[in-house]
Nanobody, 124 residues
């Protein structure tokens, strides 16, 4: 069973930066496309960013493009999300997700494995 564990969340002020990490238990991480999603209180889970198996191809949601950067280190079996210029609207629980194969998807239903989530709170 593949396990994902997020870390790095916390309380930040608007304009600050934060880096999330997601450790994956499967050493064959290179076989997975990986993504970040988030869910704000009272809202549905939404796509944030995705990367293909080697990090060469990435996609971002419109709301974070230019501020967030997704990356991965397959040797360390870890996925990252660098978040800059945080805004109040970035407040949410952030989840990493993985799916076997190289296909990049923005749909949460395409992902087989999920972490437990890490809370990011941005204050003014």
């Amino acid at each position: 069973q593949v396990q994902l564990v997020e870390s790095g969340g916390g309380l930040k002020q608007a304009g600050d930066s934060l880096r999330l990490s997601c450790a994956i238990s499967d050493r064959t991480i290179a076989y997975y496309a990986m993504a970040w999603f988030r869910q704000a209180p009272g809202k549905e889970r939404e796509f944030v960013a995705v990367t293909n198996w080697n990090g060469a191809s990435t996609r971002y949601s419109y709301s974070v493009k230019g501020r967030f950067t997704i990356s991965r280190d397959n040797a360390k079996t870890t996925l990252y999300l660098q978040m800059n210029s945080l805004t109040l609207e970035d407040t949410a629980v952030y989840y990493c997700a993985a799916r076997a194969g190289t296909f990049i998807s923005l749909a949460s239903t395409d992902y087989n494995y999920w972490g437990q989530g890490t809370q990011v709170t941005v204050s003014s």
